[in-house]
C-alpha cells in the first residue's frame, strides 16, 4: 500500500507564491512518475506537472514560467513551487504517483487527498 499525503495549501495574493509537497509512504516501492494535477470548481482535472525518475520535467502552458516541479528522491517526496500566482490558479491541487511494488512489481497509480490553493485578486 502506498499512500500520497499533500501539504502546503493555503490563501495567497495574487503574484504571491506557495510551494506545495507531496510525500509518498508505505511498503516497498519504485515511483517512476509523480504528477501534480489541479480541479478548479466545475472544470475537469488537469495535468498541471510531471517529474520522471530521470528528472526530465514537463509542465502544461498555462504555468510554464512560473512553477517548478521538483523532487527529493530520498524523501520520496515532490514538490511544486508556485510563483506569480494568478486568480485562475485557484483550485484543488492533487499529486499523483505511477508506482511499482517491489517485489512483486505490480504497477499502481496512486492519489493524493488534494490541497486547496486560493489566490485573490
Known amino acids: 500500500q502506498v499512500q500520497l499525503v499533500e501539504s502546503g495549501g493555503g490563501l495567497v495574493q495574487a503574484g504571491g507564491s506557495l510551494r506545495l509537497s507531496c510525500a509518498a509512504s508505505g511498503s516497498s516501492f519504485s515511483i517512476n512518475v509523480m504528477n501534480w494535477y489541479r480541479q478548479a470548481p466545475g472544470k475537469q482535472r488537469d495535468l498541471v506537472a510531471t517529474i520522471t525518475s530521470g528528472g526530465n520535467t514537463n509542465y502544461a502552458d498555462s504555468v510554464k514560467g512560473r512553477f517548478t516541479i521538483s523532487r527529493d528522491s530520498a524523501k520520496n517526496t515532490v514538490y511544486l513551487q508556485m510563483n506569480s500566482l494568478k486568480p485562475e490558479d485557484t483550485a484543488v491541487y492533487y499529486c499523483?504517483?505511477?508506482?511499482?511494488?517491489?517485489?512483486?512489481?505490480?504497477?499502481?497509480?496512486?492519489w493524493g487527498q488534494g490541497t486547496l490553493v486560493t489566490v485573490s485578486s
Open positions: 499523483n504517483a505511477k508506482v511499482i511494488t517491489l517485489p512483486s512489481l505490480r504497477r499502481l497509480e496512486v
